[in-house]
Nanobody, 117 residues
């Protein structure tokens, strides 16, 4: 079992920056991949960025050059971060942390990011 808790969402003006984080605890040694997805109102949930246990990253075209995914390890916890720069109103969405461990998908409850124009 993996537990995920997101933090760091909020309101920011267009052009600004925001960092969202996700603390993963539980059987973190079994994590194969981690990532961030987002869901805007009335739209499907889309990939933003992923990070494998081997360190490979993958970004949606909309995130390339503006967003950076990273992780840092603490005692009994893995923190997954998403640094978002040059934010646009169309980045407004609920951002969800995602983890795959032992073939099972885990999702956080989401954190709202609102970008005002």
């Amino acid at each position: 079992q993996v537990q995920l808790v997101e933090s760091g969402g909020g309101l920011v003006q267009a052009g600004g920056s925001l960092r969202v984080s996700c603390a993963a605890s539980g059987t973190i040694f079994s994590i194969n991949a981690m990532g961030w997805y987002r869901q805007a109102p009335g739209k499907q949930r889309d990939l933003v960025a992923t990070l494998t246990s081997g360190g490979s990253t993958n970004y949606a075209d909309s995130a390339k050059g503006r967003f950076t995914i990273s992780r840092d390890n603490a005692k009994n916890t893995v923190n997954l971060n998403l640094q978002m720069n040059s934010l646009k109103p169309e980045d407004t969405a609920v951002y969800y942390c995602y983890v795959k461990a032992y073939g099972i998908d885990y999702w956080g409850k989401g954190t709202l990011v609102t970008v005002s124009s």
